[in-house]
């Protein structure tokens, strides 16, 4: 344990940004899960809302530093291939 105000603050604040990210993260990985279940079952439709609902929230964690802009940007790259794919 820190011994020193600022460094006792430093901790809260890793801790409240760890969570943060986590949070990022986890729901990226839901959204692509949720967009290959759409790819395996081939339905057009629910491919595109989903592809949309996941390039939505990539852009939005990579602009707040949720997830680094390059693995948003390959992420994405992944998710457009699943969707020419079923296209």
Known sequence: ????????????QAAKERSSNL????TSK???RR?????E???ATAVGERHRELVSWLDKAAARGGLHKNTAARRKAQ???LL????
């Open 23 to 26: 949070r990022w993260r986890s």
């Open 79 to 81: 998710a457009a291939r």
């Open 35 to 39: 967009l290959k279940e759409a790819a």
């Open 84 to 87: 020419a794919a079923k296209k």
């Open 1 to 12: 344990m820190p011994n020193i105000r600022q460094q006792e603050k430093r901790v809260r």
């Open 30 to 32: 839901t959204l692509m």
């Open 41 to 43: 079952q081939g339905d």
